[in-house]
């Protein structure tokens, strides 16, 4: 259950007080009153997968760190020394680490046949690839791809009540934040290399809409796709999602 549902229902009700008693009771309340649906934990191999993916994003981030400080300025000769043992330290880290995912990834058929399936689209590699089954989990327990879009959270936040308000529409953001910084990158290069979603890209732009917002429009493009694969078992094919459905008195298909 997402803790904002739980802090909000607390709001609503003017609490005053927070006790882990209090708070104890007050999220016994709500599982009485909006009957949440119970949760299923994820199959073993995919939360070591997450294990994995997340431990090698904490690799990354020390290694980021490491090396800004390295390249920041003169330092010691002991520092320096020092700082160039962690580098080559996480280095060989992030090498074992990218290496026993790929094999976690192939050795549970699962896993392996949605991998394939996302590696079918032309912007989608494999780190990508192992970030979205590793935090998206299996995606065919979403409805719809609405509420895939909503948990990554790449849906539009409307605010336009009244006259006053009439400013932009921002991305809700209340979402898997590792998601949506996965797709930025892939989003970039589905515009040069994926010819679908470029048509997409440029209409928005004409339409006078920011070049981010359009970007972000493309990243959600993606979790179609995404969606799309996983979901119908099928292989990314560009021919499908550029055209339109055949009509019934005709054989040629109309360009979408």
């Known amino acids: 259950m997402n803790p904002l549902r739980i802090k909000r229902y607390g709001e609503s009700e003017l609490r005053r ?35 994995l993916v997340r ?19 003169p330092h010691t000769p002991s520092v320096t020394a ?11 880290q992030q ?4 290496q ?14 949605d991998y394939a399936l996302l590696l ?8 990508t690839a192992a970030v979205l089954l590793a ?38 953001k209340r979402g898997n934040a590792v998601v949506r910084k996965t797709l930025y990158f892939p989003a970039r290069n589905a515009l040069r290399f994926n010819p679908c979603p470029r048509p997409f890209y440029h209409r928005l732009l004409a339409q006078g809409k920011p070049k ?4 972000a429009a493309v990243m959600r493009k993606l979790l179609h796709l995404v969606y799309g694969v996983l979901c119908s078992g099928c292989p990314f094919d560009p021919a499908h999602v550029s055209l339109r459905p055949v009509p019934a008195s005709s054989q040629d298909p109309l360009p979408h």
């Open 135 to 172: 935090e998206l989990g299996d995606v065919r327990r979403f409805a719809n791809v609405r509420d895939l879009v909503a948990y990554v959270g790449l849906c539009p936040r409307l605010c336009s009540s009244g006259s006053s308000l009439h400013g932009p529409t921002p991305l809700t």
């Open 55 to 73: 431990s090698l994003q904490d690799v990354k981030q020390l290694s980021q760190q490491q090396g800004s400080r390295h390249s920041s300025g």
């Open 17 to 51: 007080i927070k006790t882990d008693k209090s708070d104890a009771a007050l999220i016994a309340r709500f599982c009485l009153t909006q009957q949440p649906d119970p949760w299923t934990p994820p199959p073993l191999e995919r939360r070591e997968l997450q294990d």
């Open 100 to 113: 026993q995912i790929k094999q976690h990834i192939l050795a549970h058929k699962t896993l392996a046949t």
């Open 95 to 98: 090498s074992i680490l990218e």
């Open 120 to 127: 079918s689209s032309v912007s989608i590699g494999p780190k």
């Open 212 to 215: 981010m917002v359009a970007v």
């Open 82 to 92: 020092a700082t160039t043992r962690i580098l080559t330290c996480l280095d060989e």
